[in-house]
Structure formats: structure tokens, C-alpha cells
């Protein structure tokens, strides 16, 4: 794998809370997910790869480029698309003023090419007979696909996309899927996520961090096999002080030591992010 | 179809030779026939970039009444599209610095005696106007699509300069209009001008070491207690006014522009300082 996101050694704090103590990853062509609990730091991980965050220490090289250098830092965005996870939008502009004035943003700066950018981006999300709705006319789930739009502008070499598929309805979901998963086939896709549906139907890796470390790092098969032989189904809930939860079925899905009565069940992804991430909660806890 | 058009003619119509009538004679004909129809090899670029330029003409934004005057200045399309994002240029804000601006020359204006003390309040608040007014031009509390910009080629010092520049320009002339309404003696409607300069490229030679949203209240805060400090402690009350004074403004421009040259590469609020 030719890695096109390095970290070596990244540290970042905020204040005396260390979110990172020298993280080590490489990153390649295609989709990789990052899963992690609130607060694990994904995000601050994402915003520092999307040059919004400085990191302490250590070394990030984008593309092979160093964001610490203003140089440098501006080839990293000119091949850059990033969607963060909260992200706001003038309402007062229409959909495709909002897109016009990123590619403007982008450099994109013969009026016809960026008007043919934005028409591509727009039809790529589905919004395009929305181009001249003003964005706070437009729904949650709109507005959401509006900023994934920008973030395709200036057709990126990587994307560091926050949350893609939150808001949106299951069609919409699945577009999206199907844009990202085609957007990973020649680009870098790095995408924090909390749904483990997207983390199956999208990733070929998937990187668990949990307070500042990569718990898990490999395949989505390979995450849920974690919970192999750990994950039984039972009528009554277990007495054992395992994790457990009712299903739609009126049975419980037991994770951990075999319950009385306990069938084995095949674990999912969740199942196995669960067991990584479970575990090392109850440990430190 | 009876009849087809003959080759030499249909060369003629494609290189444009034939007269008005034999033109209009040969648009009917091939619009109802098919195999002559066919015999026009379809000039696809042409086709697209035609279909592009229709596009562009029924995608064209809706031009406001700020973006067709700055148009008119002669500032490209796509650094006039940057600009009128800018949130110190919306309505609000100019109306929130007019508001100020008119209620200061008021107080000037009908404050009792003589006493040039009714001009204090304009020439206090005058120069910070603009240097709030840069402070809310780029940054993460002000602008939300911030968090976005930040991460594209344009952001910081470029974007930021832009910015600042268009609402200085703004705001200084919004004092200029407010000046000639003052009672004052001509100097002292424009005495205010050089401090204006200098605290704005101040705050953003400071912006490079901290948050212009820090920078600019801090700067208009030493501004306002010098203001307080002078009129307390001094005969002259217009002592920050004075010739010497002005002289030490732009002195304190020129260093601010120093360090602004010098460290512009730091003017990347997204980074930490």
C-alpha cells in the first residue's frame, strides 16, 4: 500500500486533557473508516489532517506534504476535500452560490469551469434541482448533502469527510454510499463515522481509536470476528454482569462469557467494535 | 421525400455560402428529412460548449446591489464573490456602524456650549469602529462557513487581507460621512483618521501571535483607556489628537505593516499559535 496520510508520533492536547500521545498510522488509496467513542478524538485527528488544527508534535505528511509548512499547507489543500462535522452555511445564499463561492475558495477561478464544477457537485449529491433554493430553505438532510458538494469541489485527491451519512434518510444514505464508495476507488477516503452500516458497506479498513490509540486496526470482517464465540443470544437476560440488550424479537443479545441457556449468534461489526472497545472500558474503569 | 438536397449544395449551406433564401429553403427541407438531416456531421464540442454557455447564463448567481457596485470597480468576479461573503459588509453590521456613527455625531451635534469636549465621544469611538469591523471579518465565531474556508487554498492571509481591506475601506468612509456632519473644526473631524489606521493594521500584527477576535477588543480597549487616561490627566484634552500624537500614529503604522509583511504567513487562524 502506498500511503498517502502519514502519522508518526502526532501528539495534541487541549489544555492538560491529552487527546493524542504519539500516534503512528499510514493511510492508502480507498475508503478507511474511524470508529471510536465521543470524545476518543476522531475528530481533532480529522481537523488536524484537514490543516483546520495544528498538532503539538509529531509529523503529519498529506500527499507527502508537511501541514506545518504555509507552503507547503496550501498544496495540502488544493488537494483536499473535507466535510467537518458540524458544518455551517450562509443562509442567505442559494445552493449553488454556496458552492460557487467554495470553488472560488478552491481557485477555481474561470467562471465557467467553476459553474460546471458546481453543477457536477450538486448533480453528484442529488441536489441539483435544488441549485436555486436558499440553503435555510433546505431540509437537514439537504443541507447535510450540501456540505459533502463542497467538500467534492476541485476534485480532491484526498477527502476527510466528518460524519458523512449522519441526518439522512436511508436512500439518501445509500447514495451516499455509493458517491463515496466510487469517490474511494482513486482517492484517499477517510471517514469518522458512528454508524458501523457505513463502516461495512464502505470500508476495505477500519481503525478503532479509543483514548488516544488505535485499539483496532484491519478489516471490518476482521472487527467483527473479534466478538466470534463471544456473543450468544438468550430468552432471559443474563445474570452474569455481561453486556446485554433486548432485541426486536424478544430475546437478548448477550456479549461475554456464555450465559445459561446461550445460543451462539454471528457477530456484526458492532458486535466486535463493542467487544474492543466494551472491554477496554470496563478495564479502565 | 422525394428529393434531396445535392451535395454541393449542402457544402455550400455548411460553409455558410449560400444566400438568405437558399439557406431558409435548406433549414426547412432538413428538418423534415431524416437521411439529409444525417449528412451533418454533429460538431459535439460545439454542441457542449453551447449547452455550457446557456448553463452558465441560467446558473449565473443573482448579482447584489454590493456585488454589481464592486463589479463596476473593476475587482474581478471570483474576488467579488469572496467579498460579499464577508460578514462585517452585511446589512446588519453596516447598519449597527451607521447607527454608532449617527449617534455620535448627534451627541456632538446638540451637546450644550461650545465646548469642543461634544466632539470626545465621536473621536473616541470613530477609529475603533474599523478595527472591530476587520476583527468580524474572518474567524471562527464570526463567519460560520469558517470551519469550511479554512481548509481550502484562499484561507488565511490571503482571504483575510482581502477582507480587511474591504471593510476597512467601508468603515472609513462610513466615518468620512459621518465627519462632515460634525460641528468641528475641519481638523478635528479627520483627527481621527490616522488612529483608525494604525489600530486596525495594529490588531492585525497582532492577529499573527493571537485571534483577531482577541486582538481588535484589546487594542480598542488601550485606545479608549488612553482616551479616558489623556482627558483625565492633561490640560489639552486633544492631546491624542495633537500634531505629535499623529506623528506617532503613523509611526506605529508603519511598524504595525512591518510585522504584518514579516509574519504574514502566521495570519492562519486555523493554526495554533
Not at chain 1, 498529506?62 to 507547503?72: A, C, E, M, S, V
Amino acid at each position: 500500500m502506498t500511503a498517502t496520510v502519514r502519522i508518526t508520533g502526532f501528539r495534541k492536547s487541549y489544555g492538560a486533557v491529552r487527546v493524542f500521545d504519539g500516534l503512528d498510522l499510514n493511510i492508502g488509496t480507498g475508503v478507511t473508516g474511524l470508529l471510536g467513542p465521543n470524545g476518543s478524538g476522531k475528530t481533532t485527528l480529522l481537523r488536524c489532517l484537514a490543516t483546520a488544527l495544528a498538532s503539538d508534535a509529531g509529523e503529519l505528511r498529506i500527499l507527502g506534504y508537511d501541514p506545518r509548512d504555509p507552503g507547503q499547507r496550501t498544496e495540502i489543500r488544493r488537494r483536499l476535500g473535507y466535510l467537518p462535522q458540524d458544518p455551517g452555511l450562509y443562509p442567505h445564499f442559494t445552493s449553488f452560490e454556496l458552492l460557487d463561492y467554495v470553488a472560488t475558495l478552491k481557485e477555481l477561478t474561470d467562471r465557467r469551469e467553476r459553474h460546471r464544477a458546481v453543477r457536477q457537485a450538486l448533480t453528484d449529491v442529488d441536489l441539483a434541482d435544488r441549485a436555486k433554493m436558499k440553503v435555510r430553505k433546505l431540509s437537514g438532510g439537504m443541507r447535510h448533502r450540501l456540505a459533502l458538494a463542497q467538500a467534492l469541489l476541485g476534485d480532491p485527491h484526498v477527502l476527510i469527510l466528518d460524519e458523512p451519512t449522519v441526518g439522512l434518510d436511508p436512500e439518501q444514505r445509500m447514495r451516499q454510499r455509493a458517491l463515496i464508495s466510487r469517490l474511494g476507488e482513486s482517492r484517499t477516503v477517510l471517514l469518522s463515522t458512528h454508524q458501523t452500516e457505513d463502516v461495512t458497506a464502505l470500508c476495505e479498513r477500519v481503525i478503532v481509536v479509543f483514548r488516544g490509540e488505535v485499539g483496532f486496526d484491519g478489516a471490518p470482517s476482521a472487527l467483527a470476528e473479534l466478538a466470534a464465540g463471544k456473543l450468544w443470544l438468550t430468552a432471559e437476560p443474563p445474570t452474569g454482569g455481561q453486556l446485554y440488550w433486548r432485541t426486536g424479537d424478544n430475546r437478548y443479545r448477550v456479549l461475554g462469557a456464555r450465559p445459561d441457556g446461550g445460543t451462539p449468534a454471528t457477530p456484526s461489526i458492532e458486535d466486535g467494535y463493542l467487544m474492543l472497545v466494551g472491554s477496554r472500558a470496563w478495564v479502565s474503569a | 421525400m422525394t428529393w434531396h438536397i445535392p451535395s454541393d449544395m449542402l457544402a455550400d449551406y455548411q460553409d455558410g455560402r449560400l444566400d438568405s433564401v437558399r439557406t431558409m429553403s435548406v433549414e426547412a427541407h432538413v428538418s423534415r428529412c431524416e437521411p439529409c438531416r444525417s449528412a451533418f456531421a454533429p460538431d459535439e464540442q460545439w454542441l457542449v460548449g453551447s449547452w455550457d454557455g446557456v448553463l452558465d447564463v441560467i446558473d449565473q448567481p443573482r448579482r447584489g446591489m454590493l456585488e454589481r457596485f464592486l463589479c463596476q470597480l473593476g475587482i474581478p468576479e471570483d474576488r467579488v464573490r469572496l467579498l460579499v461573503a464577508t460578514p462585517a459588509l452585511r446589512r446588519s453590521w453596516l447598519l449597527a456602524m451607521g447607527a454608532v456613527l449617527l449617534f455620535a455625531v448627534l451627541s456632538a451635534r446638540l451637546g450644550e456650549g461650545d465646548s469642543p469636549r461634544r466632539f470626545l465621544l465621536f473621536l473616541a469611538i470613530a477609529p475603533v469602529l474599523p478595527v472591530l469591523a476587520v476583527a468580524a471579518a474572518y474567524g471562527p465565531h464570526v463567519d460560520p462557513v469558517h470551519e469550511i474556508q479554512v481548509t481550502t487554498p484562499m484561507a488565511g492571509p490571503t482571504l483575510l487581507a482581502l477582507r480587511s481591506t474591504a471593510v476597512l475601506v467601508t468603515s472609513l468612509l462610513m466615518g468620512v460621512v459621518a465627519a462632515a456632519f460634525l460641528p468641528a473644526p475641519g481638523w478635528l473631524a479627520v483627527a481621527w483618521l490616522l488612529p483608525a489606521l494604525a489600530l486596525c493594521l495594529a490588531s492585525l500584527a497582532l492577529s499573527t501571535a493571537m485571534a483577531p477576535q482577541v486582538a481588535a477588543p484589546l487594542l480598542g480597549g488601550c485606545w479608549v483607556a488612553a482616551l479616558v487616561v489623556a482627558v483625565g490627566l492633561s490640560d489639552n484634552e486633544f492631546v491624542v489628537f495633537g500634531p505629535a500624537a499623529q506623528a506617532g500614529y503613523v509611526l506605529a503604522g508603519s511598524l504595525a505593516s512591518t510585522i504584518l509583511i514579516w509574519r504574514h504567513r502566521r495570519l492562519d487562524p486555523g493554526e495554533r499559535r
